[in-house]
């Protein structure tokens, strides 16, 4: 008898109406991938596009308190409907973790993205943003082998290291044969060629955290907006 | 009524074998008491609609955890009362390392060996 997990097979359908996945990643810590993610599902709604977050940095959730979601949960109907915070549907493993630490080996990582791929009803979407862990690890393993329709969309800031690191890190998908778009420069200081977008350092942005009506004002939000404009010409949509 | 999600699980990965395979056992792992009531009426719901025909019966499979600090294997039994844990271990069992410690050295470092949640043993031709 073969014991099989049964949970993969219905993915791919989970995901069928959801015209464009964009996974942020960045391959280093701190570099602004759940800012950026966040901002960039604000922004793709306010353009008027069915827009989905779900938060895959499981041990460093914190999409819910830049967006300030609340006590939002998933509702049971055949799976669980993410719930909608500020437009935009919303998944995190933080409803499920009473807000204590999330410390999960590899093994889980990849099981509780199983789980939660598997159990959540994403409905018709034109744009589901996924906030990936920093680096290469069990959660990429399972985007890349679960959807290879994602769109890779890394993040670096302007110190040297984390593009170094990114540099060799992007191979990974690239072998992969994923779409790899050019990097984001977050917290940039000065114009620089080369780079897909850049979103300027903004002081008031950590500030706003928490509270969506004075995220859309800061400059930070101006700037993510316009890489919003980008994406949606790249995709066509 | 997310066991309706899972339910289809099942039927997916029948239907991609229904050519070879006869009888199936569904196990429910303990950690995330599936409700077998509403998983068995979204099976029969779901199967309903499709072509095949298989045996299926359903099993449970006791949670047993081994923790990766002490080495003590430990159960359920010694696990969290709460509700509003248990109904969050329900939704992402991965959550028990969250909520759930070893009752011997109280590290949270432990591995889930048996009775996670939904799997399922095929016999094939």
């Known amino acids: 008898m073969n014991i099989i997990d049964p949970r993969p097979s219905v993915i791919s359908q989970r995901f069928s109406q959801v015209k464009n996945i964009i996974a942020v990643t960045g391959f280093k810590g701190g570099v602004g991938k759940s800012g950026v993610s966040c901002a960039l599902a604000l922004a793709l709604t306010e353009k008027g596009f069915k827009t989905g977050l779900f938060d895959l940095d499981f041990s460093g959730a914190s ?7 609340g006590k939002v949960f998933p509702r049971e109907e055949k799976g669980l409907l993410p719930p909608y915070v500020h437009g935009i549907k919303f998944m ?18 990849s099981s509780a993205i199983k789980e939660l791929f598997t159990v959540t009803i994403w409905g018709e979407l034109d744009y589901l943003i996924f906030d990936m862990p920093p680096g ?49 420069q977050n917290m940039a200081v000065s114009k620089e060629k080369g780079f897909y977008h850049q979103i300027f350092y903004d002081k008031k ?7 969506a009506d004075k995220l859309i004002k800061t400059s930070f939000y101006a700037d993510t907006f316009g890489l919003a404009g980008k994406l949606v010409k790249e ?3 | 009524m997310h066991e309706w999600a899972l339910a289809e699980s099942v039927v997916k990965t029948l239907k991609n074998r229904k050519k070879t395979v006869f009888e199936a056992e569904v196990i429910f792992g303990t950690l995330q008491d599936i409700d077998e009531e509403i998983f068995t009426f979204a099976l029969k719901e ?3 609609q499709e072509d095949f025909k298989v045996k299926i019966k359903i099993t449970k499979e006791d949670a047993v955890f081994e923790c990766l600090s002490c080495g003590k294997i430990f159960d359920l039994k010694e696990g969290t009362k709460d509700e509003i844990e248990k109904e969050n271990i329900h939704f992402l069992p991965e959550m028990a390392k969250v909520f759930l410690k070893c009752p011997s050295c109280k590290a949270k470092d432990f591995e889930i060996k048996k009775g996670r949640g939904l799997s399922l043993k095929l016999k094939e031709k």
């Not at chain 1, 999409?63 to 979601?69: E, K, P, T, V, Y």
């Not at chain 1, 499920?96 to 889980?108: C, E, H, P, Q, T």
């Open chain 2, 46 to 48: 779901i199967l309903n």
């Open chain 1, 205 to 211: 942005w950590p500030k706003a955290a928490g509270k």
């Open chain 1, 235 to 237: 995709s066509s949509l």
């Open chain 1, 136 to 184: 290469v690890g069990d959660a990429a393993f399972e985007v890349m082998n679960l959807i290879p329709s994602a769109i890779i969309l890394p993040v670096q800031t302007p110190c040297s290291l984390s593009a170094k690191v990114m540099e060799r890190s992007l191979e990974i998908y690239k072998e992969g044969k994923f779409k790899v778009l050019k990097t984001v």
């Open chain 1, 63 to 69: 999409d819910h308190l830049i967006l300030g979601s």
């Open chain 1, 92 to 109: 995190t493993a933080s409803y499920f973790s009473s807000d204590k630490a999330i410390a999960l080996r590899g093994s889980s990582v």
